[in-house]
C-alpha cells in the first residue's frame, strides 16, 4: 500500500517543479500570490508533523519534496518582487 502512498506524493510534490523552474528562469513571480504560498507552506510542514508523528514515509518524503520546492517559490517571490 506504500507505494500508492508514494506514487501519490510523487506526482503531487513534481507538480510544483515546473512552476519553481521557471520563477527562477524568468525572474517573474508577479503571478505567485505570496499568502497562498505561506499558508499552502503550513500546510504542508504540519502534514510532514503528521506523517512523522504516525511514522509513513510516503507522507514524509512527499511532504519533505513539496516543502523544499514551495520554499523555493517562496524564496523567488521574495526576490523577484
Known sequence: MDYLGYFAGFLT???FIPQVW???KTRET???S???LLLYWVGIVLWLIYGALIDSNPIIVANAISLLLVTL?????????
Do not use: M
Open 30 to 32: 508577479h503571478a505567485l
Open 73 to 81: 517559490l517562496i524564496e523567488a517571490k521574495r526576490r523577484y518582487r
Open 13 to 15: 510534490a513534481i507538480a
Open 22 to 24: 521557471k520563477a527562477w
Open 34 to 36: 505570496f499568502p497562498t
